[in-house]
């Protein structure tokens, strides 16, 4: 089994040793750099499988850094919640994005799904096979991966977003109300509130938009929402 090299660059000495502990744990290999300048001549001489990136670094910023970066799967760490700042950064080139503070757990999963999407790219054939996959409107939700793709492009979404899309795929054309929605997640998502709700279904919509161009998820003022198929 393939070892695979995390690169960490973040100035904050605490964070980073949290995050290299727990990543050598689960059987990574793990490099650091403590600014963006530092980033750069590291990258020069090594290529990691996966970057987590810090956007506010020394010298060069994490955003500034982003160009440089090419295609080397990237997760941006940042406390910065703004949706605007999150939906630029993932058109420009990041893989995904994750909130701080996170929880370790959450964050060692989206590392595991990226790079398990890129395997299955650059393999012809896969050694994983999911049986649980979901198919509708062209778009298909892979509930294990946590991940979904349409038009030869791939997304990974985060835990909430996978229970809502599954949801409402698994429904299509037909509007679920938002009580019903939260109902039906409260047990793996039980942080999703009405108010949070909003603001999932608006993050799915921009993901799956990026995939194919299309709005497959529709609003049903004084209802819900329901996928388009």
Same mark, same amino acid.
């Given at each position: 089994?393939?070892?695979? @090299?995390?690169?960490?660059?973040?100035?904050? $000495? #605490?964070?980073?040793?949290? *995050? %290299?502990?727990?990543?050598?744990?689960? #059987?990574?290999?793990?490099?650091?750099?403590?600014?963006?300048?530092?980033?750069?001549?590291?990258?020069?001489?090594?290529?990691?499988?996966?970057?987590? *990136?810090?956007?506010?670094?020394?010298?060069?910023?994490?955003?500034?850094?982003?160009?440089?970066?090419?295609?080397?799967?990237?997760? $941006?760490?940042?406390?910065?919640?703004?949706?605007?700042?999150?939906?630029?950064?993932?058109?420009?080139?990041?893989?995904?994005?994750?909130?701080?503070?996170?929880?370790?757990?959450?964050?060692?999963?989206?590392?595991?799904? %990226?790079?398990? &999407?890129?395997?299955?790219?650059?393999?012809?054939?896969?050694?994983?096979?999911?049986? #649980?996959?979901?198919? $509708?409107?062209?778009?298909?939700?892979?509930?294990?991966?946590?991940?979904?793709?349409?038009?030869?492009? #791939?997304?990974?979404?985060?835990?909430?977003?996978?229970?809502?899309?599954?949801? *409402?795929?698994?429904?299509?054309?037909?509007?679920?109300?938002?009580?019903?929605?939260?109902?039906?997640?409260?047990?793996?998502?039980?942080? @999703?509130?009405?108010?949070? &709700?909003?603001?999932?279904?608006?993050?799915?919509?921009?993901? *799956? %938009?990026?995939?194919?161009? $299309?709005?497959?998820?529709?609003?049903?003022?004084?209802?819900?929402?329901?996928?388009?198929?």
């Amino acid at each position: 089994m393939k070892k695979y @090299c995390i690169m960490i660059v973040d100035d904050d $000495v #605490n964070i980073g040793n949290m *995050l %290299q502990e727990a990543l050598e744990k689960n #059987n990574y290999s793990v490099i650091r750099a403590y600014s963006g300048t530092e980033a750069l001549m590291v990258l020069e001489k090594t290529k990691p499988d996966l970057i987590l *990136l810090d956007l506010m670094l020394p010298g060069l910023t994490g955003e500034e850094l982003m160009p440089h970066l090419k295609k080397t799967l990237t997760i $941006v760490m940042s406390a910065n919640s703004d949706i605007e700042s999150k939906v630029r950064l993932l058109y420009n080139g990041a893989s995904d994005y994750i909130t701080k503070p996170f929880v370790i757990s959450e964050l060692l999963a989206r590392v595991a799904a %990226q790079l398990r &999407l890129a395997n299955s790219d650059n393999e012809e054939s896969s050694s994983y096979v999911s049986d #649980n996959k979901i198919n $509708v409107g062209g778009v298909t939700l892979d509930p294990d991966l946590m991940s979904v793709s349409a038009n030869g492009k #791939n997304a990974v979404l985060t835990r909430t977003e996978e229970a809502i899309l599954h949801i *409402l795929m698994n429904n299509p054309n037909r509007p679920l109300g938002r009580s019903t929605i939260l109902d039906r997640i409260s047990l793996s998502t039980p942080d @999703c509130t009405e108010r949070s &709700l909003k603001q999932h279904i608006f993050n799915l919509r921009k993901k *799956l %938009q990026a995939l194919d161009g $299309v709005d497959h998820i529709e609003t049903i003022y004084g209802i819900g929402f329901k996928y388009k198929s």
